[in-house]
């Protein structure tokens, strides 16, 4: 999978990530990474790791988009054209469990 990344945002999300994962080697850290194949088709990705959350959804053939919460923080994808992923991610306030979600437009 082809991590494109193109904002600020994402890159502080990604650096967080990492740093995440350095700090939880050899701990036992809290994270959720999962992935799902929905009825209506394609692929979506979900999860956080403490520091963000992101929701990625990927379809071959429909327009579609992602978002995630967190807090009174929200991240919403454009809707995407047909064989790209969409992406959504949001810094973690600390304590708020995350919404995941995808959408086809």
């Known amino acids: ?4 990344i193109g904002s600020n945002k994402v890159t502080s ?8 994962m350095v700090m939880a080697a050899g701990t036992t850290g809290v994270a959720l990474a999962a992935e799902q194949f ?6 979506w990705q979900y999860g956080d790791n403490g520091f963000c959350a992101y929701s990625n959804y990927w379809h ?19 809707c ?3 064989n790209k ?15 995941y979600h995808y959408r086809l437009c």
């Open 80 to 82: 995407t054209a047909r």
């Open 38 to 43: 929905p009825e209506e088709g394609g692929s």
């Open 85 to 99: 992923w969409s992406y959504a991610q949001v810094n973690m306030p600390g304590t708020s469990a995350p919404a």
């Open 13 to 20: 999300c990604f650096a967080a990530m990492v740093l995440g």
């Open 1 to 4: 999978m082809a991590i494109h």
């Open 60 to 78: 071959a053939s429909k327009t579609h988009g992602s978002s995630v919460s967190a807090g009174n923080k929200t991240s919403t994808s454009i």
